[in-house]
């Protein structure tokens, strides 16, 4: 398994790392918070820890630590646009529910 | 599921609590609004696309507003009713009107007719939804933009930066934050305009020169700002600002529009609709020849064309005008063309290829034109905006501004003593002594002013306060202390207190150009009452998405199976609903009666969904054995 990006979610990506100038991939994670588990976590990754997993898709790194790849494993990124808002979108096999308003998801 | 976006390292935050922050260009033409989206700054525009929002407002009897370009088309309708350029009433006086220049189409009511019973000084112009500032006519445009950003954002906003000019004043930047107030929106600064660009283009950044001087050049619709700043350890001064507040790219079209009458041999027609004609067409050519050589003009039965060389020539004398602005500007500041190490071009009319390259000309170099010159304050101001906001993990980049004017008090024989001098980098606090002139003097009235000037006439007044319960003692052994405070944005807080007796009075300033209170509470609670009428709307609206998704369902479903589970008189019955509900959606104008005929379309398909339902088993449990499903 893997963690994929589709090629609108990857075109961003990229567009968001060249435009900060720096950064060696994205760094994708859980928290335990919110009021449905857990929420995901996207940020820009400046260093790749020992530990850390890292997938490479349409020549990003996509780097998750072990703890959250049990709950991200499988998961594609997406890029869309909901109206006015626009924003990443996950598809996660591992999420069975999530709360009314999305923005966290229980396994 | 929510949409997500990408944060700084570390930088995370919990569901629920974004910290969303925007910036806006709260123009005298045009205002924007822009966010910092995954690392990188954008502008906001509206479900059509749009970026630029007119910065009109048009009061409707019934107490409803139109605001941005919906009410600058029906502006030569409705003149009395529609307000624009509000940003060059904002913080002035009734006194002040007289001097702005040009005349105004409004009415202005008197002041002891404030609609909020309260009397002040501050210009309201009859409309017929009453009396309105230009405060208030502000806020509606800040309320259109905030909800657009909460709308594109996808959440409610924690704060926002909003430009103003360079030259804004006490009272100018006081009102502004008032009309954000009423918009209900946290302001977490206000920032220079010609420091928002030079944000933009990460000047603040550029660590290889210790001091930086820059210049922005602003040519607007109507108007023409030149600023000189000089950056020093990211803290950004205001060198010297000038411009005409009659110069802008109307003037371009101008111009054109007058030698295309001339060429048509219309210039002595008084038809005002070839005249409108005229203007329309010359700023089409004037737009078109930013991008060719050469351009066809038409006009009634006339056809000629027009080369940039033509047209180069033509305007010669307006952008000349605008370089002795910048010449007067650098002398201001005590500088030489070539110690400018950047110049930043803002505005619509900088897109003009002589303006650019006179402009270069003039300053030796060429000038920054990559960022969308319309756009390019909204989006320092919403970079800003994002630091603000904690959504950086160290204070890089925060901005420190200094104060455009001095600020002082008058003193015996209406001169000016000077607490604060200007470009003082803010927040600031400054106290000074003073003491009484009489024997048993118990008061003493604070006259603060604003200004460079010596004598009080020749100053700005912003505010004027008592001190009472000075304990009576001889001339001069008083010792009242006045502490000046101004806050991050510019803005003041006076106090007096005296000191030998310990007795304190201490007085809070706020401009005589900005609003009361009480004003502003009874603008809230007018802004309350029509919360019902906002609400209805709203609800109109989750009713009209929820019609959308009833039909669509409905057509899908249909297509897919219609003519296998339907007979004919059930078609034509589910059809009947449906237009039914296509007619309710169209033109109801309540929730209620769309609600309605979506419960009623759903009740009509009852049998169908059902009958649907029934297949879909059927198909499912097909080639099973029943034991299967009892397990």
Same mark, same amino acid.
């Given at each position: ?107 | ?36 989206? $995954? ?80 009397? $002040? ?84 950044? +550029? ?22 700043? =000089? ?41 005002? =609709?070839?005249?409108? +004609? ?41 952008? =000349?005008?605008?370089? /002795? ?32 390259? !006179? ?32 959504? +950086? ?74 001190? !009472? ?53 009874? /603008? ?47 078609? +034509? ?15 109801? =104008? ?22 649907? /339902?029934?297949?879909?088993?059927? !198909? ?12």
């Amino acid at each position: 398994m893997a963690i994929t990006l589709t090629d609108v979610a990857a075109d961003r990506v990229n567009t968001f790392l060249a435009n900060r100038g720096k950064g060696v991939g994205l760094r994708l994670g859980i928290k335990t918070h919110g009021c449905s588990g857990m929420a995901y976590v996207m940020e820009f990754a400046d260093e790749i820890e020992e530990t850390d997993e890292v997938f490479e898709d349409h020549g990003i790194k996509i780097i998750v630590d072990p703890k959250s790849l049990v709950y991200l494993d499988g998961t594609e990124m997406d890029f869309t646009k909901e109206g006015l808002n626009e924003g990443f979108k996950f598809t996660n096999p591992n999420e069975s529910g999530a709360c009314g308003c999305g923005e966290s998801f229980t396994v | 599921m929510a949409l997500l976006q990408i944060s700084e390292p570390g930088m995370s935050t919990a569901p629920h609590e974004h910290r969303l922050a925007v910036g806006i260009d709260l123009g005298t033409t045009n205002s924007l609004v822009a966010s910092v989206r $995954s690392g990188a700054a954008e502008i906001l525009c509206d479900p059509e696309g749009n970026a630029l929002l007119p910065s009109v407002v048009r009061y409707l009897e019934n107490g409803a507003t139109e605001v941005g370009k919906k009410a600058q088309d029906n502006q030569l309708e409705d003149l009395p009713n529609t307000i624009s350029s509000a940003k060059r009433l904002l913080g002035r006086g009734i006194k002040d009107l007289k001097t702005l220049g040009g005349s105004l189409p409004y009415e202005f009511a008197t002041a002891s007719s404030s609609s909020h019973g309260t009397e $002040s000084n501050v210009p309201q112009i009859k409309t017929v939804a009453g009396n309105k500032t230009a405060i208030e006519v502000s806020a509606e445009i800040l309320k259109t933009l905030k909800q657009r950003a909460e709308e594109s954002l996808g959440g409610e906003l924690k704060g926002a930066v909003i430009t103003v000019p360079a030259y804004f004043d006490d009272a100018q930047r006081q009102a502004t934050k008032d009309a954000a107030r009423l918009a209900d929106l946290k302001v977490f600064r206000l920032l220079n305009e010609p420091t928002a660009a030079a944000v933009a283009y990460g000047l603040d950044q +550029k660590e290889e020169l210790s001091e930086r001087i820059i210049a922005v050049y602003d040519l607007g619709g109507g108007t023409f700002d030149i600023s000189i700043l =000089k950056l020093n350890k990211g803290v950004f001064e205001v060198m010297a600002t000038g411009g005409d507040s009659a110069l802008g790219g109307d003037d371009f079209d101008h111009a054109i529009a007058e030698w295309i009458l001339e060429e048509a041999l219309l210039e002595d027609t008084h038809n005002t =609709k070839i005249h409108r +004609k005229a203007m329309i067409e010359a700023r089409r050519v004037k737009e078109a020849l930013t991008d060719n050589n050469e351009v066809s003009v038409k006009l009634e039965d006339w056809q000629g064309s027009l080369s940039r060389n033509q047209f180069d020539e033509m305007v010669a004398p307006l952008v =000349k005008k605008t370089l /002795m602005a910048c010449r007067r500007a650098l002398r201001d500041s005590s500088l030489d063309k070539d110690q400018v190490h950047d110049v930043v071009m803002v505005g619509g009319s900088t897109r003009m290829p002589v303006v650019r390259e !006179k402009v270069g000309e003039f300053f030796g170099q060429p000038p920054l034109v990559d960022i969308d010159p319309d756009k390019v304050v909204a989006i320092g101001a919403a970079l800003q905006a994002d630091v603000l906001a904690g959504n +950086k993990p160290d204070a890089e980049m925060l901005l420190l501004d200094v104060i455009p004017l001095s600020l002082g008090l008058e003193t015996y024989g209406g001169l000016v003593e000077k607490v604060i001098a200007r470009n003082t980098t803010i927040p600031i606090t400054r106290a000074q002594e003073f003491t009484t002139f009489k024997d048993n003097q118990t008061a003493m009235t604070v006259h603060i002013l604003q200004g460079e000037r010596e004598t009080v006439e020749e100053n700005r007044s912003l505010a004027k306060f008592a001190l !009472k319960g000075i304990p009576p003692m001889v001339a001069g052994a008083a010792r009242i202390k006045v502490t000046f405070q101004v806050d991050a944005d510019g803005l003041l807080n006076v106090h007096a207190e005296e000191e030998t007796t310990g007795a304190k009075a201490g007085v809070e300033v706020k401009p005589s150009y900005g609003l009361t209170d009480s004003e502003i509470e009874g /603008m809230i609670r007018d802004s309350m009452d029509n919360a019902q009428a906002d609400m209805e709307a709203r609800k109109l609206r989750e009713q009209l998405v929820e019609a959308d998704r009833t039909l669509e369902a409905l057509d899908s479903a249909m297509a897919s199976d219609a003519d296998r589970m339907l007979n004919d008189e059930e078609k +034509k019955t589910l059809l009947a609903a449906r237009s039914e509900l296509m007619e309710a959606k169209h033109t109801s =104008k309540d929730a209620e009666s769309v609600k309605a005929a979506i419960k009623n379309m759903e009740k009509v398909a009852e049998f169908y969904v059902a009958r649907r /339902m029934d297949d879909n088993v059927k !198909k499912a449990m097909a080639g099973h054995n029943v034991d299967e499903f009892n397990k």
